[in-house]
Structures are given as structure tokens and as C-alpha cells.
């Protein structure tokens, strides 16, 4: 059964971190990228984060050097390590398998997303 299952999200003042983990059943994770993605109100989802199964990442230009994304192969769990957090990082987080991140094309189906919310 496909599943995706986030957590880790809640209300952080600017500048403070976060962690969210996302289990993901094995039929979608196994030998397959990985990525963290967000919507905010009023805006389309984006990815803002991605890691190959050999742990190659990359970022979108509005996280680099804060967000970091790593996964435990074993247990088919992906993480979104978040520093120096903005307010406009508030979103709902979802994480999910991209097949086309140029059309936002996904393996799974999309799961609840976990919310952050980054006060000023």
C-alpha cells in the first residue's frame, strides 16, 4: 500500500530550526529520488528539495544553505533538516517521489503534510 507520512512541523520563531521526517512505504521509496516539497496559501506546491538514492541533493535557490535532506535507506524515511528559518518558509510540507519536477509529477499520492509556521 502506498503511503506517505509526514511530521516534524509546528510554530518557530524566525530564525529558529526544525526537523521533519517523512515515512514512505517501500513501493514508492526504494531505489527512487526522494523530495520535500511546500505550499503555501494562495501559491502552487513547489519542490524545494530533492535526494537521489545514492544521497545526491539539491536545493531550489530559496533554501540552499539553510534546508538540508537526508534519508535513511534502511527504514524509508526522509528528512528536511531547517535552519534560519523566514516566515516566508511558513507552508505545509509534503514529501513525495519526483518523476518530472518540472510538471510536478510524483510516484505517490500526496499524503496530510506536516505545517510550519514561522513567526517574525
Known amino acids: 500500500q502506498e503511503q506517505l507520512v509526514e511530521s516534524g512541523g509546528g510554530l518557530v520563531q524566525a530564525g529558529g530550526s526544525l526537523r521533519l521526517s517523512c515515512a514512505a512505504s517501500?513501493?514508492?521509496?526504494?531505489?527512487?529520488?526522494m523530495g520535500w516539497y511546500r505550499q503555501a496559501p494562495g501559491k502552487q506546491r513547489e519542490l524545494v528539495a530533492s535526494?537521489?538514492?545514492?544521497?545526491?541533493?539539491d536545493y531550489a535557490d530559496s533554501v540552499k544553505g539553510r534546508f538540508t535532506i537526508s534519508r535513511d535507506n534502511a527504514n524509508n524515511i526522509v528528512y528536511l533538516r531547517m535552519n534560519s528559518l523566514k516566515p516566508e518558509d511558513t507552508a505545509v510540507y509534503y514529501c513525495?517521489?519526483?518523476?518530472?519536477?518540472?510538471?510536478?509529477?510524483?510516484?505517490?499520492?500526496w499524503g496530510q503534510g506536516t505545517q510550519v509556521t514561522v513567526s517574525s
Open positions: 535526494i537521489t538514492y545514492s544521497d545526491r541533493a
Open positions: 513525495n517521489s519526483p518523476v518530472d519536477p518540472t510538471r510536478n509529477l510524483v510516484r505517490g499520492s
Open positions: 517501500r513501493s514508492i521509496f526504494s531505489g527512487n529520488p
